[in-house]
């Protein structure tokens, strides 16, 4: 594994080796001293052209606790024709000797451009791009809903897999890259994906991907469902035709208080909600459901940073090489 | 060569793919074909062209060219394009009217046409702007560029739709006064507001916004009712998906007077090719599935689709090594067009070369009003004439193109077929499939015509 890109081409093989070295890494920050020399003296390029101040903080969390240099790059605006080019940048981060970068873009497959060009030959970590993939955040996802899964089953995680698991991804498919990425990781570790949405927010094409597709919210749930992800809409979408109302969007879409209580009549006890972040509580999800005891938020957060450490390890590291932290002690569970 | 008068003695070229005859070019036309060609008075002190396994084909004409010239001289100029294009086996060019300023005038057109005439590879034909600046508001002065010396009789704000459909009937309806057409390039503008590709399984994957077929097909379906209506003629640019050639074959036999055209490049390449997110594969209209693919090449072998149109797009590398999202649309087409139409049409048994001479020449020599292009290959006509090499096979590089594009999708495929000679008004441009000299006008009739 040269760079992140997509989980759409991430072997098993690859993801649970990603999982498991992130469970070794989640060791790490249960520690007094969070920190491991493994990236020392190596550096790290979060290459920001979009706004997103969570997944910025939690790459940088990330490779300053593997003891790496960061260097933190907003190229907001950039393009041909106002500032410097993609090319540019990344030439300029070459000279500089970037050995990873961390890219997040509004444009889709803007980290394959750099991947694929000659432009530079760092590892390259999709931290986002458009509407593609958002590789870090399905890998945090499933490596959350593992812990989860292992412990139901009274087993451990590492090695482990979700086959069985049933997750309900709701919400703005279309516009999601959270979505897109979950659901071929998802695939690939065994789970039954059933994508809960407006037609009008599934894109042309969601026949061939590896799942189903319900536009019933209450129906999907009275199936059974172990994991709920509720996806963030879109400020610009609300005006855009896609759907009537915000009050229908969340009547129809959302997970609201109704909804809560259902997981309760339906015997569900063990299913959990989860939500990339920032959530409009209120909207696709209410306050109550956000807070329950069933909600993941706050773990999803934690584990980025431990997904993030091994992701940056494995590619700066080497395939070839044993993760570092191995006497860790297993971490304590996060369920909530 | 350019001692011998101007006369060449063609040997045993198969006219269209048929059987090897003689050709004899002297002072702009054919003066023999066939037997007595070798023995005719006129053969006298002539070049000889050894032909044998060549080819001959009357001169391509391209009904779909961007020339960039004038305002984008860093993509390409009259000279360069037009030399890539001699090289490619046309000898007519239409340049789209998308230049800057844009040819929405008498003025504007004359410059290119001026400028092409200058030039001397092919005849370089100016499409006027149907709208002001092409911003769909107004009509722009189509009747003082077709009474110009450019002679406009095609009329596109290609790049853009002419969406307003009260415009479109007016310049439908306006161009009948002048034997003209309306080339339109059919895209609803907000069904792909912001679109990137073709909306399918591969954009769904990609996260790209989607192009959907039904943005093409709305507009040409309510285009063809339109022409009816007015009793016009209608050409539609680049048609893309199986549903437009569905369409255009419905309106065809109604009697509908309405002509088509497909790009190479929508005859071999499909959305697969948009997963590496190389923008040399962005382009509009889009490409699209296997399934138009197949139906545009029924299409254009059963004459539903008229002819192949280039749309030529050469680009500044700047607008290619960047983002997908912000790259600029479009290829290069005019010095590969042959050998992918060999590829997709003629080698999968589809066509025939005649077939080939029908989509490249006669047919859109007749939709842009060429009277002196796609003529047959007799004595007497215009000496417009191509030689192919058929069995050639070669590997398309960009970097050695005489286009100032880089951006050429074929890169680094091997095709079949190339062209060896290109005869304008009996002037070979090309000569052993390199550049020659350029046509020059005598002097006495270069001032008769200007």
Avoid at chain 1, 146 to 162: K, Q, V
Avoid at chain 2, 32 to 40: F, Y
Avoid at chain 2, 126 to 147: H, Y
């Amino acid at each position: 594994m040269k760079h992140l890109l997509s989980t759409e081409d991430l072997s098993l093989a690859n993801a649970i080796r990603i999982l498991d070295t992130a469970e070794e890494m989640a060791a790490v920050g249960d520690r007094e001293v969070k920190k491991l020399p493994a990236l020392r003296g190596r550096t790290v390029v979060n290459l920001f052209f979009e706004d997103s101040t969570r997944t910025r903080i939690s790459f940088e969390a990330a490779a300053k606790r593997l003891s790496a240099d960061v260097i933190n790059f907003a190229a907001k605006g950039s393009s041909v024709s106002k500032g410097e080019s993609l090319k540019d940048t990344a030439q300029t981060l070459a000279a500089m000797g970037a050995d990873a970068v961390v890219i997040r873009h509004w444009a889709s497959g803007a980290p394959h451009r750099l991947a694929a060009t000659d432009w530079i030959d760092a590892a390259v970590i999709n931290a986002g791009d458009g509407t593609h993939e958002h590789p870090t955040q399905a890998l945090l996802d499933a490596f959350t809903m593992r812990r989860h899964w292992a412990r139901l089953s009274g087993g451990g995680s590492t090695g482990a897999d979700l086959k069985g698991m049933r997750v309900a991804i709701a919400g703005d498919v279309l516009h999601s890259r959270v979505a897109r990425s979950n659901v071929w990781l998802l695939r690939t570790l065994g789970a039954e994906v059933t994508l809960v949405a407006p037609p009008t927010l599934l894109p042309i094409g969601v026949e061939q991907w590896p799942c189903k597709v319900s536009y019933n919210m209450d129906e999907t749930l009275s199936l059974g469902v172990d994991a709920v992800m509720m996806l963030r809409v879109q400020g610009e979408r609300m005006n855009a035709s896609f759907f009537p109302s915000t009050r229908e969007y969340s009547r129809r879409w959302g997970f609201d208080d109704n909804r809560l209580r259902a997981l309760d009549s339906l015997g569900l006890k063990d299913t959990i909600i989860m939500h990339p972040g920032p959530m409009n509580r209120g909207l696709e999800i209410s306050a109550a459901a956000a807070d329950s005891p069933r909600s993941t938020v706050l773990a999803q957060v934690r584990n980025g940073v431990s997904v993030r450490m091994a992701a940056l390890y494995l590619l700066l590291s080497g395939d070839t090489r044993e993760p570092a932290a191995t006497t860790a002690a297993r971490s304590t569970e996060e369920t909530n | 060569m350019a001692e011998n008068n101007g006369t060449y003695l063609i040997r045993g070229a198969a006219i269209l793919g048929r059987d090897a005859e003689d050709l004899l070019i002297r002072d702009g036309v054919i003066a023999a074909r066939g037997a007595g060609a070798a023995t005719h008075e006129d053969a006298q002190g002539a070049t000889v062209i050894e032909a044998a396994g060549l080819v001959a084909l009357p001169g391509m004409v391209d009904v779909h060219t961007h020339l960039r010239e004038p305002g984008r001289e860093d993509a390409e100029t009259v000279e360069t394009g037009t030399r890539a294009a001699a090289l490619g086996g046309f000898t007519a060019v239409h340049a789209m009217a998308n230049s800057n300023p844009v040819a929405d005038t008498a003025g504007v057109v004359e410059q290119v046409h001026s400028l092409g005439r200058a030039a001397g590879w092919v005849d370089v034909r100016p499409v006027g702007a149907v709208t002001v600046g092409l911003a769909g508001e107004q009509l722009a002065e189509l009747g003082a560029m077709a009474d110009s010396r450019a002679q406009v009789r095609m009329f596109s704000d290609d790049g853009i739709c002419v969406h307003d459909p009260v415009l479109m009937r007016r310049a439908l309806e306006y161009v009948k006064a002048f034997d003209g057409v309306v080339a339109q390039h059919a895209q609803e503008p907000r069904l792909t507001a912001g679109a990137q590709m073709n909306e399918g399984n591969v954009s769904a994957v990609l996260g790209l916004t989607g192009w959907p077929a039904v943005a093409e097909e709305s507009i040409i379906a309510r285009d063809v009712l339109l022409a009816q209506h007015v009793d016009s003629r209608l050409h539609v640019c680049h048609v893309s998906t199986a549903g437009s050639v569905e369409i255009i074959r419905w309106a065809k036999e109604r009697g509908i007077n309405v002509t088509a055209e497909v790009t190479p490049h929508h005859l071999l390449l499909t959305d697969d090719l948009v997963r590496s997110y190389n923008p040399v594969y962005k382009v509009n209209p889009p490409l699209r599935t296997d399934a138009d693919v197949q139906a545009l090449r029924a299409g254009l072998a059963d004459g539903t689709i008229d002819v192949v149109g280039t749309d030529h797009a050469p680009h500044p590398s700047e607008h290619k090594e960047c983002e997908w999202a912000q790259a600029a649309m479009g290829m290069t087409g005019l010095e590969t067009a042959l050998s992918v139409v060999q590829h997709a049409m003629i080698e999968t048994g589809l066509m025939t070369w005649a077939d080939f001479a029908r989509v490249t020449s006669t047919a859109a020599a007749r939709i842009g009003r060429l009277a002196d292009q796609g003529r047959p290959l007799e004595a007497g006509e215009p000496a417009n004439v191509i030689l192919v090499d058929p069995a050639a096979r070669w590997t398309v590089d960009p970097s050695t193109m005489a286009t100032m594009g880089r951006n050429s999708p074929f890169a680094g495929l091997e095709l079949p077929g190339k062209v060896v000679a290109t005869f304008y008004k009996g002037h070979p441009t090309v000569l052993d499939g390199t550049l020659n000299t350029p046509y020059r006008e005598s002097a006495a009739s270069a001032a008769g015509a200007s």
